[in-house]
């Protein structure tokens, strides 16, 4: 079965709605929900968007999908699609790998330099959900 452009859209806004509601029986019935997709690669892109949507959005609901990282599993690494958003919006900021990484504990290391830069820049309305995130990574220590 093929899905158009404008169906896949559609899932993906379902599946957003789902995971907002931070309820495990909702979890539960997207996963359900999802199998009327044919794919396992498609199921698995609906749900990398539908996340990277809310990186950008909701950042409460990627807290409480990181808290609980059991209910996407073993379908869905969350950890690992947010840390790969973050590093891409790092880098679309003017960052470069030398600047930051992720450490063996999943916190975000930055040299002195660039958390410095990224704490004191200004960001729109638009970055406020994933500076959010961003700063629920940053390790204490450097």
Known sequence: MHFSEKKINQIINIAIFLL????PEAIC??????????SSEKIQQ??????????????ETIF????NPHYLQPETDI????TRKL??????????PEDIHFNEDGNLEFNVV?????LSRNYSEDDNAVMTLIKSFLAEEI
Do not use: C, M, Y
């Open 87 to 96: 590093n891409e919006k790092l880098f679309a900021w003017g960052f470069i």
């Open 114 to 118: 660039s958390k410095e830069r990224l």
């Open 20 to 23: 907002k509601t931070h309820k």
């Open 64 to 67: 409480w999908l990181l808290n």
């Open 79 to 82: 950890k690992l699609i947010v």
């Open 29 to 38: 019935s997207l996963k359900d929900f999802l199998t009327i997709i044919p």
């Open 46 to 59: 609906v749900i990398i968007t539908a996340i990277n949507q809310l990186i950008e959005t909701e950042p």
